[in-house]
């Protein structure tokens, strides 16, 4: 998973990248952090919940296929617990399955692809937005979670 497209990301923003794969969680945290991007991972469901209230991220992305907490299931606890973010959810089956932003929860779903990376990164690009200011701890933006 090469970055093919090449744009300044915002150095404050910063993303949860969730997977239970390891290899697709280092290959995904790598394009982020080549693009400029501050990247804090989760290797489940559970660890996400853990993470996101340690950490104040600008978006997550998440696969959809894990256990015991799927995707879909990630983003509607997150959502119960008020977090407004944007959030990406990754599938492999997303087209197959019929995996929508009405039925998921999700701001953007991604088919895993060969274009996996061009349609995550213009996705990210759409979702954050310009550059947000640093507040003085050093935090992007206000934490709307």
Same mark, same amino acid.
């Given at each position: ?69 799927? =995707? ?25 399955? =019929? ?5 998921? =929860? ?34 992007? =933006?206000?934490?709307?979670?």
């Amino acid at each position: 998973m090469r970055p093919t497209v090449s744009w300044p990301a915002p150095s404050s923003a910063s993303i949860l990248l969730v997977d239970d794969n390891a290899d697709g969680l280092a290959a995904r945290r790598w394009v982020l952090e080549e693009l400029g991007y501050s990247v804090v991972t989760a290797c489940s469901g559970a660890n996400a919940l853990e993470e996101i209230e340690k950490h104040t991220v600008d978006l997550i992305v998440t696969d959809w296929k894990m256990s015991p907490i799927n =995707g879909v299931d990630l983003i509607a606890q997150l959502r119960q617990r008020n977090f407004r973010k944007p959030i990406v959810l990754l599938s492999a089956f997303a087209d197959s399955l =019929g995996l929508s932003k009405e039925i998921t =929860g999700a701001d953007q779903v991604i088919q895993k692809s060969a274009n996996e990376v061009a349609r995550l990164v213009s996705a990210l690009k759409r979702l954050l937005g310009e550059p947000r200011a640093t507040s003085a701890d050093g935090r992007a =933006g206000a934490d709307r979670r």
